[in-house]
């Protein structure tokens, strides 16, 4: 409640400037979102203003494009399979990093992390280089390795993140009962870690979805969602692109909704039992 | 009164036969030392606890007391030295396959779990008989009172009865030993001393061995069987509470247990002089510390006044009252004496103090003490 | 407390994954660097040609620091927009977690969606150019708009702001809010709490965030192939030519090699400059 109280005294002391500067600068991360969503039932197919004509063309043209449809599949199966990568390296990685000392580890830490920071250009032709040396064909398997390799280093960080924030006593308690390593990894560890583990696949979903820096080199024969964008927006403008981004969004904020209603009760257990 | 399942431990044969020799101590601690990189934080300690004993470890902040608890429990192995547990090695075995259990900190509970799965756990992954476990994990939560609460989730307890939950968690397992760490650090005053009295009956009740880490020296008091004192990664001295309160071996013990006053004395043919008081003591010539407990010295009369004849033993001196602090039915009262000595009593109350009195402590309550000097 | 099996079960897969698709590619990159081409063919005949090239010729170091400019560019507008917003949100709203949710929200539109966007926005014929005639500030559209490095930097602040908010927030939300009480209660007034106790404490996030919205946008090369024209192009660009349609790998490789030793170099000066500024 003090909170509050602090909220009221410094609304009313600070700047009056802040909260629209704050409007402003909203516009602007959503002006092409909303020109996005408005220009996807424009009747034109140039976006001049004002718009003309609301037509539902562009989202009709989407559902016969199969190419466009094959790509989101791709996509899907791509992310899908990034996920349990980054995650079943991601994990030990973070557990390697929360309590095991080992020579090198600072060269590991930054070794895994630096993806996270390293252009996508970097990561995505390092690996073209290792798949060709390796004699491998570019598909989607190489864009789903490459996609595992720039974000266990998102797994490893959120992991991390939670590995710290649990009470270590609560697996001393537990190895004190009688659980051996791998029961307290089950029993305690593993559930201690599940907003964080359902966190970073959501997070990583995401980001392989719309990865485009390392997928550009690693592409083989068929497409992610993005490199199929990418390949038509070269051509010109397709309005049908707005399309198809709409959607996306929608799905997007329906899953930040669950995800967020997900958090909130995970960190209520208490009065949801109640 | 429903038997706690604990207490059939006394009758499982494959518990006694543990323990080869009746008098043997149920935990052995050998030379153990422990270091954290170069900072060394137990130096070759030794210590026993017998079958059935509360024992405190009593320290400060650093002083290495949980770091000897986490050895027990197997959470850290020592650098050197052993530990035996009813006579077999305890160093070297996993967490897991020691028969200890913790009381922890702030408890440790399973967010996760219900309270009734908290007390259950180590049953459960141990693979007690499933028809087994409801009956144990209940005696448990009666045990320690808290049977309506088996369905509550930890989060929605209070901390006493967190706390009891702990406590219900480690004993359902009937381990030989319980560790407890500071387990009442977080309740508030009126609840912690209401624990207090709780675990020691619950102790008495199961007669399972307590090793209880505090740096509260009233708490050790009041529970132990015996206190062990710790300073540095050093034990200052293991005694019963009265007589390591009564007859403190150090100079540190006697200030870190109780109140004192160390008098830094030089001792000349039966006669120990600390500036102007003298008192009969029956050690060899040289320097000695004593230590004399605010509660030995009386007030005598009003500096003038004629006194009662003294004892053989009695020393009698002048001092000012330079403070004086209200203590319910006792005065704390801080004496200035005419050398500059400064002495702390123990008076009964009797309203303000001004000015110059007699006061008396008689020789034999002033402990010869170990002085780091 | 762990035993030798677990440490050992966790370390070595991530252990064995970062050595093979990290270690092993960054040492084919660095290999690469020092080959060259000859008749359309790598060959593997080690010599510091391609570096040689890299510092000589006048081209690659200007789009070099072009790419620097820009990215500098964005970083500062990233912090101006981001510190601010995210001031707000920390300090001074009620209802920071929604709002924090819009911040990230516009994460989740495709980047490429939104640089294409703002093409949309931007073009001659797009919504702004279109709009100014609608409402007669200008009566031809306005061209220099697009295929610009303006344009380069507006998309990119937009895509990076985020980035730079995010640990800048995260930053004041971790100032315990009695050092602020303390500071007023002491007699400073709110701008001088800002100055001394919430600023100075927030640099560790300011300094993360930029360097997310530095190292992300100087590598950026889809942004300037959409909306950069020849006077957009980066340095990115100019790898992606390489391993392209100019087909010399061993050359992309040094410029990519030298983006990383910047991009670690810079890192490791952030961190010590990171620890120096979160006191203890």
């Known amino acids: ?274 | 009164m429903v038997l706690p399942a604990t207490q059939s431990v006394a009758a499982d044969p494959t518990r006694s036969s543990g323990s080869t020799d009746a008098a043997a101590p149920l935990l052995e601690i050998r030379s153990v030392t422990k270091r954290f990189g170069a900072t060394p934080v137990l130096s070759s300690i030794s210590l026993d606890v017998a079958e059935g004993e509360f024992l405190t470890i009593l320290g400060a902040s650093g002083s290495g007391k949980t770091t000897l608890l986490r050895l027990v429990a197997g959470f850290e192995e020592p650098d050197a030295g052993e530990i035996r547990m009813a006579g077999q090695r305890l160093d070297g075995l996993p967490p897991y396959r020691r028969r200890v259990n913790t009381v922890f900190q702030h408890y440790a509970l399973f967010p996760h779990l219900s309270v009734f799965e908290n007390v259950a756990y180590g049953l459960r992954v141990q693979n007690v008989r499933r028809t087994e476990i409801p009956q144990r994990v209940t005696a448990a939560l009666a045990m320690v009172k808290m049977s309506e609460y088996a369905s509550r989730a930890p989060a929605q307890l209070s901390g006493g009865q967190q706390q009891r939950v702990a406590l219900a968690r480690a004993l359902v397992n009937r381990p030989q030993l319980v560790l407890l760490d500071e387990p009442l650090s977080a309740l508030d005053a009126g609840l912690r001393r209401e624990m207090q009295v709780e675990l020691k009956s619950l102790q008495r009740e199961v007669g399972i061995a307590f090793l209880f880490v505090t740096h509260d020296q009233d708490e050790a008091m009041a529970l132990s069987d015996r206190i062990a004192l710790l300073r540095w990664g050093h034990l200052e001295q293991v005694a019963t509470p009265r007589e390591i309160y009564q007859r403190p071996a150090t100079a540190y013990t006697a200030q870190f247990i109780g109140q004192t006053n160390l008098l830094r004395a030089e001792i000349r043919q039966g006669m120990a002089r600390a500036g102007t008081l003298a008192w009969r003591c029956a050690s060899s010539d040289g320097r000695a510390t004593f230590s004399l407990r605010p509660e030995s010295i009386h007030l005598g009369a009003p500096v003038g006044e004629k006194v009662a004849a003294l004892g053989d033993d009695t020393t009698r001196f002048t001092a000012r009252i330079r403070r004086q602090v209200f203590g319910g039915a006792t005065d704390l009262v801080e004496l200035a004496c005419a050398d500059g000595l400064t002495l702390l009593a123990r008076i009964p109350s009797r309203g303000n103090l001004e000015g110059a009195w007699e006061f008396e402590f008689s020789g034999a309550d002033g402990v010869r003490v170990q002085d780091e000097e | ?280």
């Open chain 3, 1 to 280: 407390m762990y035993s030798r099996t677990y440490k050992a079960a966790v370390a070595i897969p991530p252990l064995a994954w970062v050595t093979g698709f990290l270690l092993v590619p960054y040492a084919l990159l660095f290999a690469y660097s020092f080959w060259q081409v000859e008749a359309q063919q790598v060959v593997h005949h080690w010599n510091l040609g391609n570096y040689r090239e890299l510092f000589h010729n006048p081209m690659y170091l200007e789009v070099l620091f072009r790419s620097m400019k820009i990215a500098g560019a964005v970083t500062a507008l990233a912090l101006l927009l981001g510190y601010p917003l995210a001031y707000y949100l920390s300090f001074c709203s009620r209802k920071k977690e929604l709002l924090y949710q819009l911040v990230i929200v516009p994460l989740w539109v495709s980047y490429l969606v939104r640089a294409y966007a703002w093409k949309t926005i931007l073009g001659s014929d797009g919504v702004l150019n279109t709009l100014l005639q609608y409402v007669h500030v200008v009566h031809h559209p306005v061209e220099s708009l697009l295929y610009s490095p303006f344009a380069v930097v507006l998309t990119l602040t937009h895509i990076y702001t985020p980035f730079a908010f995010l640990p800048i927030y995260a930053s004041l939300e971790h100032i315990p809010r009695r050092l602020v009480e303390a500071s007023e209660d002491l007699g400073a007034t709110p701008a001088r709490t800002f100055a001394r106790v919430i600023l100075p404490l927030s640099l560790p996030g300011v300094l993360a965030g930029a360097t997310f919205a530095f190292v992300l946008s100087l590598g950026d090369f889809l942004a300037p192939l959409l909306l950069g024209g020849p006077s957009g192009i980066m340095i990115s660009n100019v790898v992606v030519s390489l391993f392209g349609a100019a087909y010399n790998w061993p050359l992309g490789a040094a410029i990519s090699l030298s983006m990383l030793v910047l991009v670690v170099v810079l890192l490791s000066i952030v961190q010590r400059a990171e620890r120096k500024l979160s006191f203890g």
């Open chain 1, 1 to 274: 409640m003090t909170e509050g109280l602090r909220t009221d005294r410094l609304n009313d002391s600070r700047s009056r400037w802040l909260p629209g500067y704050a409007v402003l600068v909203f516009a602007f991360l959503y002006l092409p979102i909303v020109v996005l969503i408005v220009y996807s039932f424009n009747g034109q197919s140039v976006g001049g203003f004002p718009p003309r004509g609301l037509t539902t063309h562009w989202y009709r043209v989407l559902a016969s494009d199969d190419a466009m449809w094959d790509s989101v599949v791709n996509s899907l199966e791509v992310a899908l399979a990034a996920v349990a990568l980054a995650l079943a390296f991601g994990l030990p990685a973070a557990l390697a990093l929360d309590r095991v000392s080992f020579p090198g580890k600072q060269i590991f830490r930054r070794l895994v992390l630096l993806p996270l920071i390293l252009p996508g250009i970097i990561t995505g032709l390092s690996l073209l280089m290792l798949f060709v040396a390796a004699g491998m064909k570019l598909s989607l398997l190489t864009i789903t390795l490459g996609h595992g390799t720039a974000l266990i280093s998102v797994a490893t960080t959120e992991l991390f993140a939670g590995l710290q924030a649990l009470d270590r006593a609560q697996e001393e308690a537990s190895l004190d009962l009688g659980a051996n390593y791998w029961q307290t990894f089950w029993r305690v560890t593993l559930p201690n870690l599940r907003l964080s583990i359902v966190g970073a696949a959501l997070l990583i979903f995401t980001l392989s979805i719309d990865e485009i820096a390392v997928s550009f080199f690693l592409i083989g024969r068929s497409n992610t969602l993005p490199l199929e964008i990418w390949s038509r927006l070269r051509r010109g403008m397709t309005p049908e692109i707005n399309a198809v981004s709409t959607l996306i969004f929608g799905f997007s904020l329906v899953t930040i909704l669950v995800w967020y209603r997900l958090r909130v009760r995970g960190r209520a257990p208490a009065e949801e039992i109640a």
